[in-house]
């Protein structure tokens, strides 16, 4: 579903930063109905990968295919559901009409749209709010809006950067049943979080990045043994206390 072959990306000089490399020779793969979990600090390279799956930035060096595709090819976005980090949407417009928006663009008929919507607004907890402004949806109820956007579809690959930002504790739990409901679907999935307990739960592999390489990609048992700690999140934190250390 996902193929990256040695990716680079170094980001020019601007006005108000220096040019930095934020990917080096980066190679992942994620496989049909696999869960991958992408982690590292800020600044360690996961958006820059998300962008460049999304086709938002192109990469300096390497290939990337995504679903036997290359991300340039517009068809394959209608088999994707792309959960951004932040909600950027118009204040004026309400959720019913981001998803018909969303339907249009992936060649959904109208009953199919109006279907799908009542569907995830229901199971995310909007469909009573459906007529409101989004500029009167709070942070977590924005972000259960960007998930239905992002599920509409029935998309074959899910790209979920942070989904449980915003969420309350009761937001945050749900999400993550929803996210197992979807896995235990056979959904092909791909998240990036810094809550590491939740990555722990939902990942069948986790992809570590630290300054913009790989430094671990396995289960996340297996990380946890291989620095000799007894969780994932301990293993992961000595691995990178190890790495910088070594730099």
Not at 23 to 31: D, E, K, P, Q
């Amino acid at each position: 579903m996902i193929i990256f072959d040695t990716v680079s990306k170094t980001y020019a000089k601007e006005l108000t930063s220096a040019a930095h490399t934020a990917l080096t020779a980066i190679s992942f793969s994620l496989s049909r109905g696999e869960t991958l979990g992408l982690i590292g600090a800020n600044g360690a390279g996961k958006s820059t990968a998300i962008k460049l799956l999304m086709d938002f930035i192109r990469p300096d060096a390497g290939s990337i295919s995504i679903l036997g595709s290359s991300p340039k090819n517009p068809e394959i976005r209608r088999r994707i559901g792309y959960l951004p980090e932040t909600a950027n949407f118009p204040s004026n417009l309400t959720v019913l009409d981001m998803l018909r928006f969303t339907g249009r663009a992936c060649d959904m008929g109208q009953q199919e749209v109006c279907t799908a919507s009542e569907k995830w607004l229901r199971r995310l907890g909007l469909w009573e709010a459906r007529k409101r402004p989004l500029r009167n949806y709070s942070k977590g109820m924005q972000q259960r809006a960007n998930f239905a956007i992002a599920l509409l579809n029935e998309p074959e690959l899910l790209i979920l950067d942070e989904p449980m930002s915003g969420l309350d504790p009761i937001g945050r739990a749900d999400i993550l049943a929803l996210i197992t409901e979807l896995k235990c679907q056979g959904r092909t999935i791909l998240f990036c979080s810094h809550i590491l307990e939740d990555v722990d739960r939902l990942v069948d592999r986790v992809l570590v990045l630290h300054q913009g390489q790989k430094i671990f990609e396995g289960q996340p048992h297996s990380l946890a043994e291989q620095q000799g700690c007894p969780t994932f999140v301990d293993g992961y934190l000595s691995l990178v206390n190890e790495v910088s250390n070594n730099a």
